[in-house]
């Protein structure tokens, strides 16, 4: 969301509930406007950090009325943004409200980059509404196609039972924007094998809106601007099928989907055209809907889940202002996470980092990297007010991501797949099947990244050698050493 000041007073906005708690404590006797499309704020609680960069913390919906009782200086304006005037300082609601700012900060979000978006069959899941829209559709279903090849897919893959999963990805091995071959490898038992344990220790987010109904026959989810789903948002789901089994998962790798045929159509092409494929699968029951991969390949299915990525959710804001765009259509913003247009800032998902970054961070379109951006947004903003110079928040210093995959702790650091770097690169590799898998790469005899799956304990030892770049050349692969006790050697 996004929220901004209005006058007399001198205004500070930020988008963010994070950015909000900040500006509301350091200026509490100043207006702090919260305006938001979504009727419930993403609170970050219990926070720890782990280490200098890696942190961990739940994520809870709460109503957003809930900072106001906080904050009395923050007021929340339920509405969405329809427009933005920025030579005149000015936002419009869609509730036909002006409000008039002196600093603004947009944190709208990212909407799913979905395929085939006009197709009722198609649907993405980014929100409460949409999560819940897919349960319900799941519910009914037998067999479920998913493409994409990320965070999302990874997720539903292994958490739908009971139902059969068609996953069709562009590369050669699952998880491409998480891992590469080696880590995919250590990964696929785990979809094969029955779901007998329980779920490592794990945050939780809540949810708290009731799933819209969908038109009869679709499965498409209203079009709404909800909050991004965060960390174990499945928890408070029931993701089953009609079945009784766990996983059937069957993946088609290095294809996409050519097209998509509605029931009627698939029945007709068949009558019409003896060459036209029957459904690649042994099961050749009717289905409401197939998709046509580019391998050739088709099969029907109750519905596809597009997971494929998100696009910054600018389009409210840019008619009549001059944002300069990242490549991939977010607001370009500085190293004080201003945009290229006066007194607006920007941080989230809805921006792209445009600063000269260091070599071992990247931006990933994150809830950690959400809230630093939401944090360091009003730091900055104050100090501007201040007439202070600040510097870049430590937290950009180092990529660091905790999440968990197919129930293994998944620890991702600086350029963990090599992104970036020259081909004089190395790895590492350390893998106990069913248990562990340790990758770190290498460039120099320094460490620039690591993936860590599993317990390893390796993490905090990792992240000071990645941020002090120490020559590890000596030891060679005793870095990896399992009977090396490695973290003795260096904390
Ligand atoms: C299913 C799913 C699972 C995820 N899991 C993880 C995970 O495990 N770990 C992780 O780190 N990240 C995860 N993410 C990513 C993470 O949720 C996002 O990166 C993060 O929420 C981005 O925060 P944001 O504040 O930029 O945007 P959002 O959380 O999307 O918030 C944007 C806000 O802006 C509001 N808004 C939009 N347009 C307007 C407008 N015109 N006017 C007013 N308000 C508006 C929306 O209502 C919303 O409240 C997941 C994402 C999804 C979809
Ligand atoms: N645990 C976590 O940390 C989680 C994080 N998230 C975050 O939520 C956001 C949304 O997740 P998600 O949608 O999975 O996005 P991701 O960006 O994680 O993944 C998108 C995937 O879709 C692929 N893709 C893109 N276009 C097509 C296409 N036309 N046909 C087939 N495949 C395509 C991409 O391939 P390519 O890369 O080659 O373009 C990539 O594999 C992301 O920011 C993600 O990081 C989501 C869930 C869990």
């Keep these: 969301f996004l929220s901004l000041i209005p006058p007399p007073t001198y205004n500070k906005v930020h988008e963010s509930s994070i950015s909000c708690h900040h500006l509301a404590t350091e200026f509490p006797s100043e207006d702090i406007l919260l305006v938001t499309a979504s009727p419930v704020i993403k609170a970050v609680t219990n926070f720890k950090q782990v280490s200098k960069t890696l942190e961990e913390f739940d994520v809870e919906e709460q109503p957003s009325t809930m900072l106001e009782k906080r904050y009395p200086n923050i007021k929340v304006i339920e509405s969405g943004v329809k427009q933005l005037k920025s030579q005149e300082h000015k936002i419009f609601t869609e509730d036909g409200k002006q409000c008039i700012y002196e600093k603004l900060c947009l944190c709208a979000g990212a909407k799913p980059k979905l395929i085939f978006e006009e197709n009722p069959y198609v649907l993405g899941i980014r929100d409460t509404d949409s999560a819940q829209a897919f349960q319900n559709h799941l519910a009914k279903a037998e067999r ?10 990874l997720e539903l893959v292994y958490e739908i039972e009971g139902c059969e999963v068609l996953w069709a990805i562009k590369d050669k091995a699952i998880g491409n924007t998480f891992f590469d071959a080696g880590a995919a490898e250590f990964l696929i038992p785990k979809l094969t094998a029955e779901k007998l344990e329980t779920a490592i220790a794990c945050k939780r987010t809540k949810y708290t809106t009731e799933g819209c109904e969908k038109e009869e026959g679709s499965v498409a989810a209203a079009d709404k601007l909800g909050t991004a789903l965060g960390p174990d ?39 019409t055209s003896l060459s036209f ?29 597009s997971a494929t990525g998100v696009v910054p959710n600018v389009k409210p804001f840019l008619d009549g202002n001059n944002f300069t765009l990242g490549e991939d259509g ?146 060679g692969e005793d870095l990896l050493n399992p009977n090396v006790d490695i973290e003795d050697y260096f904390d």
């Excluded at 479920?144 to 999302?152: D, E, L, P, R, S």
């Excluded at 996983?247 to 029945?267: D, G, N, P, R, S």
């Excluded at 690649?280 to 889940?305: A, R």
Aim: aromatic share 12%; net charge negative; with cysteine.
């Design 144 to 153: 479920i196609a998913v493409v994409g090849n990320g965070g999302i897919a």
């Design 277 to 305: 494929p029957k459904d690649s699968s042994d099961n050749q029951n009717l289905w409401p809907v197939y998709m046509e991969l580019t391998n050739g390949k088709i099969y029907g299915c109750d519905f596809i889940v």
């Design 330 to 475: 977010g607001l370009k913003v500085d190293k004080h996470m201003h945009s290229s247009v006066a007194d607006i800032y920007a941080a989230g998902d809805i921006c792209t980092a445009s600063w000269e970054p260091s070599p071992v961070w990247q931006q990933m379109r994150l809830w950690t990297q959400a809230r630093q951006m939401g944090w360091y947004a009003a730091k900055c903003m104050v100090a501007d007010f201040l007439g202070e110079s600040i510097d870049m928040d430590f937290s950009f210093e180092l990529f660091a991501h905790v999440t968990k995959f197919f129930n293994y702790k998944v620890v991702l650091l600086g350029k963990y797949n090599a992104q970036g770097l020259d081909l004089d690169h190395e790895l590492m590799l350390r893998c106990t099947k069913g248990q562990e898998y340790v990758k770190v790469v290498m460039q120099n005899g320094r460490m620039m990244g690591a993936v860590l799956i599993g317990e390893t304990d390796l993490e905090e030892t990792f992240e000071n050698l990645i941020l002090n770049q120490m020559d590890l050349s000596a030891y």
């Design 233 to 271: 948002w499945h928890e408070g789901l029931h993701l089953k099928g009609t079945k009784e089994f766990s996983h059937k998962v069957h993946i088609e790798t290095l294809c996409e989907i050519k097209k998509i045929y509605l029931q009627q159509e698939f029945k007709q092409l068949q009558k």
